[in-house]
């Protein structure tokens, strides 16, 4: 069974995983229309989408996935048939120092984008219907030296951040049950790429080096984490919208794991040279800072189910995809002085005209 949605509300699409999946998924689908829901928080950034922007089958919405009404209208008005759920606040660190917004967008906003769906899907005014969560394998919580998330692995989320996408994983299998909603839910290993936000592990250690500032590793940098290039995400999203079962659920990783340290040590390695700096340089940058509160030790994901259902693993390699994302930093320097300067919140109105 394939589904081939004609309309597609993307939620989020200004983020860091939502535009990678934006400019594949127009390439691949060019008859589907895709309509970006985000209210661009410091996170959302429109220059992300600058060469499709003027394709003709995408609009872009400035809006919050919590206003019922919006939501109602877009449903109803682009003949939605399928939601792809992005929109979040997405780091860790700022959950632990401010969890109130996670809660609202993460949870709220997904409940809100959930009940909106039941009443567009419900009313009949489409044939068919996906409601799509993008969610993470933190809400599984912390693996210790060996072992594998897989789907069945209880949820068990150890920060505000997890916590919120994990209360949004239930909500929308509580919708699948109750209502019969066409739900379909991922969990994904951390992403890396082009268009990442600096505040992350990789994209900031990257900016750090470059600029000569510390490397803040936190605890004794031994924590593990599944890496996976965000366009081998973007592509096991696109499979499972397409071909999946309502009600199911998969893992998505690139069995890929790296202590912290070693991934801070490749990339001091990498832009060396890139650089012109001798050998071990950018390394007398890396600073042991203290531990972040709760700090997940390592995430692992078993991605079988998605292999054998889809055929779907990951195209890049990591030493391609890292490469290939330190270059990008390097020949996209107005990007990132754009975002670290906020700069980008002007690209809005230079676009459409008002500052919201
Ligand atoms: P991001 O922080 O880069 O982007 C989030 C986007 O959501 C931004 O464009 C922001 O403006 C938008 N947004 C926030 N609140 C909104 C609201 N109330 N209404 C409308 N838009 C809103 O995040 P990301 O790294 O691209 O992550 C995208 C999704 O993937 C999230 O749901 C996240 O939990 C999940 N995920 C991320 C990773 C990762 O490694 N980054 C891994 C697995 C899953
Ligand atoms: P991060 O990119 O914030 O993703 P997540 O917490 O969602 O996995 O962090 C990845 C890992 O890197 C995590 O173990 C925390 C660690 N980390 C540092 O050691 N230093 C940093 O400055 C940051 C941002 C993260």
């Known amino acids: 069974m394939t ?51 003027h394709h003709h089958g995408y609009r872009f919405v400035k809006g919050d996935i919590c206003d019922a009404n919006l939501v109602a209208k877009l449903l109803t008005e682009e003949k939605i ?52 969560q993008i969610s993470t394998d933190e809400v599984y919580g912390s693996l210790g030296d060996t072992g594998f998330f897989t789907e069945e692995t209880p949820l068990a989320a150890n920060s505000p951040y997890s916590a919120s996408k994990a ?18 839910n991922t969990r994904c290993s951390n992403n890396y790429g082009p268009y990442h936000f600096p505040e992350k592990l990789i994209p900031l250690m990257i900016h750090n080096i470059i600029n000569r500032k510390a490397l803040p590793v936190y605890g004794d940098g031994r924590n593990v984490r599944d890496w996976l290039h965000v366009r081998d995400h973007a592509a096991a999203v696109e ?20 202590f912290n340290i070693d991934i801070v040590n490749l990339v001091c390695d990498l ?13 007398q940058l890396i600073s042991f ?44 320097q107005e990007w990132v002085g754009e975002v670290t300067s906020g700069a980008y919140r002007e690209y809005y109105s230079q676009q459409y005209g008002e500052r919201p």
Request: glycine share 10%.
């Open 81 to 132: 048939d399928a939601i792809v759920h992005f929109a979040a606040e997405s780091h860790v660190d700022r959950s632990i120092t401010g969890p109130e917004i996670f809660v609202r967008t993460n949870v709220l906003g997904t409940q809100t984008l959930l009940e909106e769906s039941r009443k567009h899907w419900q009313s009949g005014v489409v044939p068919d219907f996906r409601f799509f």
């Open 3 to 53: 589904f081939s949605p004609t309309a597609v509300l993307v939620t989020g699409g200004a983020g860091f995983i939502g535009s990678n999946f934006i400019h594949n998924f127009i390439a691949n689908n060019p008859a589907c229309r895709v309509i970006n829901l985000d209210v661009l928080t410091y996170a959302g950034n429109l220059s992300n989408l600058k060469a499709i922007e």
């Open 239 to 258: 499979a499972v919208l397409k071909r999946a079962a309502p009600g199911s659920v998969y893992n998505i990783g690139g069995n890929n794991e790296w």
């Open 167 to 184: 209360g949004a994983d239930l909500l929308v299998r509580a919708y699948h049950e109750t209502y019969g909603l066409p739900t379909l």
């Open 271 to 283: 832009l060396d040279g890139r650089l012109g700096r001798t050998d071990g340089e950018n390394r």
């Open 289 to 332: 800072v203290k531990d972040r509160p709760g700090h997940d030790r390592r995430y692992a994901i078993d991605a079988s189910r998605l292999k054998r259902d889809m055929g779907w693993g990951p195209a890049y390699t990591f030493e391609q995809g890292i490469t290939e994302t330190i270059d990008w930093y390097l020949a996209n």
